[in-house]
């Protein structure tokens, strides 16, 4: 049922109905589900950015060059790591991953969609948003979600099940 009905079903969504606001307990419920990610030690060294605000959305269409659409999206949501409060060096990359993985499910099983464009490892990407959100230096920005209700849902690729990527026990 998860899987047919959640899993499977979420993908990337690039088009966004332009005005439609995240209620404030939607986007605490996507954050707190994002927050329920698995993190090294479990130090959940995540920060969570919310931008709304149509001003600061066109900012970043200008420093993001994959990130037109945030434009007409209804929130973008910038996800951190404070290596402060990182396992050890570099864990701040895979735990504010698997909580991506988990924003995008919780914004697909509220009906909205998100996408999730790349901010890490890109230097100067990194820079142009610690420098746009205020952000310290010790907290580095991952990735930019952009989120919102689709104009449409986008269509289902084939099955992406592969046997052959399986190994068992070695190569």
């Known amino acids: 049922m998860y899987l047919e009905a959640g899993l499977l079903t979420r993908r990337s969504v690039r088009q966004f109905e332009k005005g439609h606001k995240i209620a404030e307990n939607d986007m605490k419920d996507i954050l707190k589900i994002a927050m329920y990610a698995p993190s090294a030690c479990n130090k959940q060294p995540w920060e969570f950015v919310v931008i709304e605000d149509e001003a600061m959305k066109n900012k970043i269409a200008e420093i993001h060059p994959y990130a037109q659409f945030v434009k007409d999206a209804s929130a973008a949501i910038v996800v951190c790591g404070n ?13 504010t991953s698997a909580a991506i993985e988990n ?44 989120a919102g209700y689709p104009i449409k849902q986008p269509t289902q690729p084939q099955d992406r099940f592969r046997e052959d990527k399986i190994h068992y026990e070695r190569w």
């Open 83 to 95: 290596e402060q409060e990182q396992c050890d060096n570099g864990f701040w990359i895979v735990d």
């Open 103 to 146: 924003l995008l499910l919780a914004l697909h099983g509220k009906g909205m969609g998100g996408c999730w464009c790349a901010i890490y490892p890109y230097a100067e990407r990194m820079k142009a948003f610690q420098n746009l959100l205020g952000l310290p230096e010790h907290v580095k920005p991952n990735a930019l979600i952009v």
